[in-house]
């Protein structure tokens, strides 16, 4: 089992992401620490980063797909402006308009 991860931690990923993609964080630290959280649980009891806005099946290779960053992150802060769970947005994206809805992309 991979060791324990704290905020601190997944903070330090989401950032690694962010800074890999050009991409930036939700500037609300509120919800931006409601998913940090959210990765933190999932990753502690799974052992991956799986998506903090979606129900796991506890199998990473079922799961692939929606571990953070998602497979369709990029499509989505593209046509959007931000991530389904608006962890992350387009960096031009304007974060004090309203979130928009995203279908899943899931299929
Ligand atoms: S929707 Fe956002 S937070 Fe969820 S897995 Fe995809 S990139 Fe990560």
């Not at 990765?39 to 980063?49: H, I, V």
């Amino acid at each position: 089992m991979k060791g324990k991860k704290n905020v601190e931690d997944v903070n330090a990923y989401i950032k690694k992401i962010s800074d890999c993609n050009g991409w930036k964080v939700n500037f609300n630290k509120n919800i931006l620490l409601y998913l940090a959280e959210g990765l933190r649980d999932n990753f502690n009891r799974l052992g991956y980063y799986n998506c903090p806005c979606r129900d796991s099946q506890e199998d990473p290779k079922i799961d692939r797909d929606i571990i953070c960053p998602c497979r369709y992150a990029q499509a989505d802060i593209e046509e959007y402006g931000h991530c389904y769970c608006a962890l992350y947005f387009d960096s031009k994206y304007d974060q004090n308009l309203p979130l928009k809805m995203i279908p899943e992309r899931r299929p």
